[in-house]
Structures are given as C-alpha cells and as structure tokens.
C-alpha cells in the first residue's frame, strides 16, 4: 500500500498540542460568534487554537472525501490477495474456451503478475495528472470524475466472466490505479487540508492509514470462500471496488467548494468568504483571507519550481537525494508484495491452502488496530523517531520471517509463525512509514519547489511498488525464504540512513530543516547549498498547498 500525498498535506499542519478535544457545532446552529472568546480564531495564533470549532459539515465533507479514497486504495491493494485462488482457475478456462488450449503454470504466473501491476502501473501514470485535473476543474469536481471513472472501472472489473476475458481486469485497475495517484493521494488530501480549520488537519490527516486498513480487511474478509471468494462471486467482489466512490457521487452534492480554490483560483472572493464563515461558524475569517491573499500575491510573485530546475538546484540537491530514497524504500522492503500474494505465500511456506485464507484475515486485522496509533503519537513522539522505530520493526520481523521459513519442514506449526512475523512487519509500516514519509518529504522542501519534490517522491514510490509486485513471486520461487533477507537488509538500511541523514522535522520551519541539512556530511557536499534564494523561501514554514 502507498500512502502516496494524502497523508502528506494534513498532517503537515496538524496542532502542536498532542491532545485535541472536538467540539462539534451542528449547522442549523443559527450561532455565529463575534468575539475571539466565542469560538472566532486567529489561525495564525496558536494560543487561540483551544477555542476552535468543528463544525458537521467540515466532518461530513471531510471524513467522506478520505474514505471513499481510502478503502479504495486498500481495498483494491489486498483484493487481488483475496480473489488469486478462484480467478486463477478462472483465467486458465477462459483461455481453454478461447483458444482452445491448456494455459501453461509460467504462462499463467505472468498474466497474473500483469493484473497485480496493472495497478502501480496506472499509479505511475496518474502521478502526471493532478496539476492537470485542479487547473481545469477544480479540486471537488476533479474528485467526482475521478470516482466516476473508478465506478466505471469497477464495471469492468464484474465483466471479466461474462467476457471470458483477463484484461477487463487489467484495464479495469490501470484506471483505477491513475484515480489512486491522482486523485486520492493528491487532490483529496489537498481539499479536506483547503476545508478544514488549521487545528483540525492533522486529526484528519492521521485517519488515511485506518481507512486503508478498513479497505484492505474487508477485501479479505469478503474474498473468504463462504462469502465471496467462491468460483462464481468473486467478481462481484471486484465490483464492489466501486461502491464508495458511488457513495460519493449520490453525496457530491452536499460538499462544499474548497475555500482556497474560490479566493485563489477563480478570485472569487466574495463567495469565498461567505463560504469560510459557514464552515468555520464563525463571522470573523478574515486572517484565513489573508492568508490567501498573501499566497495569492506570492504566486503572482515566484513561479512553481519544475522537475528540471529542482534536480538542478544545488541547494535543495540532499532534500532531493532524501526525498528520492525514502520514496523508493518505503516499498522495497516488500510491502505490497506482501499484501499482492499473502495467500500464495502461505501455501508455499506450508500453510494448506484451506487455512491460508483465514490466516490472511489476521495480518490485516492487525494494521486495522494498530492504525489507530499514529493520530495519537505523531506529534509527540516526531517524524524520525517514528521512521526509525517503523524501519527497526519492519527489519526485525523480516529477518524472523525469513528464519522461519527456513526451518519450517521441521515441524507442522513452524510456518504458521509467519502470521506472527507478516502482522509484526505491518505494525512496523503503521507506525513508521506508512503515514510519515511522504509528510517528512513535504516538510523538506519550500513551498515554491514542494509540487516538484512530492511529485518525484510519489513516481519513485510507485515505480518501486511496481518493481516489488512483478519480481515477487519469482523472488519467492527461487530463493525463498531468503527474499525477506534482502527486505529486511533494507529495512534496516533505511533505518540507518533515517537516524544519520534524515532531520527531526516536527515544529520546525522550512529554514530551520534546511539549516540541518546543511550540517549533514555527505560526500558529495556542495558549497552552493547554503545559498537559498529569496523566492525559494519566500513562504519558510510549509503551508498546505499540496501536490496537486
């Protein structure tokens, strides 16, 4: 699973204070405040922060733009898992039917591992697009084609028995895996940030891992043989992929424009501000206004960095190098190799095969409860404690798992460890670098370059998560057991190079982080990356302008 920019923009800005208390203000309320002491607020205070209110449309709005995001990145990571058995049979009497020939065991071991890439494929293909989709529509309206397209894709995804055909199923997650990128690790992040309070993007910011644990857990609780995991239903659970983005579709209506899009994009000011006073419930907007105005004149002032000139600019060149290796990492240690053939694992480490589904659930039950960790330690703890931490965890338990496989034939109950190791290595991604990453990256960079930098981070995640899905299961038939040696080898590396090269970045501002950075001793240090220009610091504490 990639948490990709989701959890990078609202968590960025989430309360210094650990502990939050939500007080929700219902709508027909009627109530406006007008003085500080009656809920208005001044967000650049955070003294005020105490005194915020959170109204049911922001919560609404918010919680249903993350879900139906969400459980579709998890759900369409894990759903591949849950269906292998019966789709596998499936596609072997399709092509017996079309061609009238036997599909040979390494012929069907590669279309499978095309219909599990198809997904990180189109991931990598919608990392082009976010830019494209806000400029042109707008960050709401983006979303709403993007869950058509995904209702759409699922349809697909239901046809491949009547069609007798695999690749409505591959078309079907390309689509869905450049909705993935695009939309729900990019645009939707950056809405619920443009909607919400500033007190309030953190806690919302934190719900991104649960809501994938929900979408992973119950593909694989749906893709059990007695619900839908049989020879004749498993493609309506492919179908359901799309049911949150229906959800949607049916609630568009009542979700309100992102605040920032009418002040800064259409300068709709006006609406823009009577828009904010409904939201926040308050009469008094106006230092979020100014806040706007100012990002409005800074843009009319410096240009967005493009890819060329941030691989160019010497003074961001180890951001850039940090950036590059954390995204890629993350999904070396393999992670969704993991998720993508969980339930082939299992029976090739010993498991029988009637228990491998059960032992799947487990695993993901597991990231379920763990999930709710991060929202209550991130601000406490700080970004490269937890990455270190997460890393370590990840490390161990590979390294155990990899014994365990190797010593499984002597006795029957050895490989069933493996279920122990896989949640271990899951709490690990949960806590670590499952939420942080692409948080921490965010933080590395001003805003002027910041586009550029999660842009190049999310391609180098999803190019890996693609790498680790097709060489998976050959890694697996050759060397075994030793597969998770390599992981966990880099699991541990990243671990080191967390605790040696990556800075704290909690309440930090952008020309603090850079100020450590420039004390990091690496061998290809240059002297120009002390020289900041004005315009790349111009907004020095991360704002919440996301990727897209």
């Known amino acids: 699973m990639d948490t990709s920019s989701e959890s990078v923009s609202l968590a960025e800005s989430s309360s210094h204070n650990g502990q939050v208390e939500v007080e929700i203000v219902e709508e027909n309320n009627g109530t406006s405040c007008s003085n500080e ?12 922060s105490s005194e915020q209110k959170l109204t049911l449309w922001v919560v609404r709005s918010s919680l249903l733009a993350l879900f139906s995001a969400y459980f579709m990145f998890g759900y369409s990571a894990a759903s591949i898992n849950a269906i292998a058995t019966p789709a596998r049979k499936a596609f072997q009497e399709h092509h017996l039917v079309r061609y ?13 591992t095309i219909t599990v890439a198809a997904f990180p494929v189109g991931g990598i293909l919608g990392c082009f697009i976010p830019n494209i989709l806000v400029k042109k529509f707008g960050k709401l309206r983006s979303m709403l084609y993007g869950h058509v397209v995904v209702v759409i894709a699922s349809v ?11 690749e409505v199923i591959v078309i079907g997650r390309i689509l869905i895996g450049v909705v993935t990128s695009s939309c729900s690790t990019s645009i939707t992040p950056s809405y619920v940030v443009e909607v919400c309070s500033l007190k309030w993007r953190g806690m919302f910011g934190s719900t991104v891992i649960f809501f994938m644990s929900i979408g992973s857990f119950t593909s694989t609780l749906l893709g059990l043989n007695e619900i839908l995991g049989g020879d004749e239903l498993w493609p309506m659970m492919l179908t359901l992929t799309g049911l949150p983005s229906l959800v949607f579709i049916f609630l568009f209506y009542f979700m309100p424009e992102s605040p920032r899009h ?11 501000r009577k828009l904010l006073m409904k939201l926040r419930k308050c009469e008094d907007v106006s230092d979020e206004l100014d806040k706007m105005e100012t990002e409005l ?16 600019s010497p003074a961001l060149r180890f951001q850039l190098i940090t950036a590059m290796v954390l995204g890629s990492l993350f999904q070396l240690t ?19 095969a009637t228990d491998a589904q059960y032992a799947s659930l487990g695993p993901f039950a597991t990231l379920l409860v763990v999930a709710v960790i991060p929202p209550f330690t991130i ?8 990455l270190f931490i997460g890393y370590l965890i990840e490390g161990i338990s590979l390294l155990l798992l990899t014994i365990t496989i190797e010593i499984g034939h002597l006795a029957y109950w050895i490989p069933y460890l493996s279920i122990v190791f896989i949640s271990g290595f899951l709490v690990g991604f949960a806590i670590g670098p499952g939420g942080i990453t692409l948080l921490a990256v965010s933080e590395f960079f001003p805003q002027t370059s910041r586009t550029a930098a999660l842009m190049t981070t999310s391609l180098c995640l999803w190019t890996s998560f693609t790498f680790v899905v097709v060489l998976f299961p050959y890694m697996i038939a050759a060397i075994r057991g030793f597969t998770f040696l390599i992981f966990s080898s880099i699991a541990f590396a990243v671990a080191v190079f967390v605790y040696f090269a990556v800075p704290e970045t909690k309440d930090r501002s952008f ?3 850079q100020q450590i950075f420039k004390k990091k001793k690496f061998c290809c240090e240059s002297r120009d990356s002390s020289n900041l220009s004005v315009q790349e610091i111009s907004l020095e504490t991360p704002n919440m302008t996301s990727s897209a």
């Open 334 to 352: 393999g992670l969704n190799g993991l998720v993508a053939y969980l339930k082939q694992f299992y029976v090739a480490v010993g498991i029988p």
């Open 297 to 312: 004149q800074s843009q009319a002032s410096s240009k967005q960095m493009s890819l060329v000139q941030l691989f160019q």
């Open 379 to 386: 601000e406490r703890v700080g970004r490269k404690k937890l």
């Open 156 to 166: 697909f995804l239901g046809l491949t028995s009547l069609l007798k055909s695999f």
């Open 100 to 112: 009238n020939t036997t599909l040979s065991e390494d012929d069907l071991n590669l279309i499978w």
């Open 37 to 48: 002491n009656e809920g208005c607020y001044d967000v650049t205070n955070e003294n005020t």
């Open 262 to 272: 009418l002040y800064i994009t259409e300068r709709r000011k006006e609406e823009a």
């Open 511 to 513: 020309v603090e982080i």
